[in-house]
């Protein structure tokens, strides 16, 4: 009879789980999708790496709605069952909290164990593919991205290019392009052809205009100079692959562990909350779900809701007290989980009557 009631409860959060996440990562991605074809419209990524950013982006989206799906499919789950008086009758068979958390744990751990991954390892490295795959798109930028009749900012130089039009083969006509070669020394240039060629040095690219004038000097003086040529080549620097250092949500869990600095110390402990949010969630769950026969299947789900997000904050805050250094790295974070733990069980506490038994 035991098995039978625990497959049946671990069958009903288990679906509302699945059922939550995945509206959820839907609502989220459909949102990102019209980001990233944006991006591709504009020419900052290119079109076959469009899908790869759209699946690192739900890694990094799952670290988050995994712990929430959770708590919401035990709250949906939960109430559905005290509405239809099913969990007051298991109750009246004998049936506690034991009965519920332990086909709960079934579904719990091997969610926590996934969420821990995606919280040390996965979610960092989806962002840190993201932010390589960004890169490498605006260094692969070329005329093509340039769009007609539009001003269009191109390399770390910030050279402003114009052109009337494209043609087929990727030559940009009447042409006007502008940028700073020194503090204050601007140089203009009006082609009637331009097209972008390769140099040896793979970091710099080469806009090669015919036809045109150029004008050098310093605005608001008279000391300008004017050039005709027939061949204008104009290198630009391509944005760096590199960086000098990562962003702490970027950084390895190692790294993280092994450094003194408030940021890197808010990361790490952010990361280590994760999961262990998951399981306090899912703890708290049980009780805040808890209803009077048909009362319902929603009706607990606004405080639950509202908890979360106060939890949520509290987490958020606490991570930016340590970052400003405002409260010491060993209290850290850990308060607010303690705390919203000593709620959970208190809360199981009273609605069991374990208060009662202790003061007899």
């Not at 799952?62 to 009758?89: C, H, K, N, Q, W």
């Not at 989806?126 to 930028?141: C, K």
């Not at 769950?285 to 009706?299: D, I, N, T």
Request: hydrophobic share 50%; aromatic share 8%.
């Amino acid at each position: 009879m035991t098995r039978i009631l625990d497959r049946y409860i671990f069958r009903e959060i288990a679906t509302a789980w699945l059922g939550v996440t995945m509206v959820l990562l839907l609502i989220l991605l459909t949102n990102q999708f019209a980001r990233v074809l944006g991006d591709v419209a504009k020419g900052k990524l290119p079109k076959d790496a469009a899908f790869d950013v759209i699946g690192l982006s739900a890694v990094q989206y799952l670290t988050i709605l995994v712990p929430i799906g959770l708590f919401l499919a035990v709250m949906l789950a939960l109430g559905r069952l005290y509405r239809d008086s099913e969990l007051p009758a298991m109750m009246a068979c004998r049936v506690g909290p034991s009965g519920i958390y332990r086909p709960l744990s079934w579904l719990m751990l091997p969610l926590v164990l996934g969420v821990a991954w995606l919280s040390i390892e996965g979610g960092p490295l989806a962002m840190t593919n993201v932010d390589r795959i960004g890169a490498e798109a605006r260094r692969q930028a070329d005329l093509a991205s340039i769009e007609p009749g539009q001003f269009t900012v191109l390399g770390p130089d910030s050279a402003v290019v114009y052109g009337q039009g494209v043609t087929p083969q990727g030559q940009m006509e009447k042409v006007f392009m502008q940028r700073q070669v020194d503090d204050g020394f601007i140089e203009v240039v009006i082609s009637e052809i331009g097209e972008m060629v390769e140099s040896d040095d793979p970091d710099v690219r080469l806009l090669v205009l015919r036809d045109g004038r150029r004008y050098e000097g310093v605005p608001g003086t008279t000391e300008f100079r004017v050039i005709e040529f027939v061949e204008h080549g104009v290198p630009y620097r391509l944005p760096s692959l590199k960086t000098s250092e990562p962003r702490p949500r970027a950084m390895a869990f190692l790294d993280l562990m092994r450094s003194d600095e408030p940021e890197h110390i808010a990361e790490f402990q952010w990361r280590l909350g994760i999961p262990l949010s998951t399981i306090i969630l899912a703890i708290l769950a049980v009780p805040l779900s808890k209803s009077r026969p048909r009362a319902g299947r929603y009706g607990r789900l606004t405080i639950g809701l509202l908890v979360f997000i106060i939890y949520l904050n509290m987490m958020s805050a606490a991570k930016a007290w340590i970052e400003q250094s405002t409260i010491s790295p060993a209290l850290g974070m850990w308060w607010v989980h303690g705390g919203m733990l000593l709620f959970a069980l208190g809360l199981l506490a009273v609605q069991n009557g374990y208060h009662k038994r202790m003061f007899r």
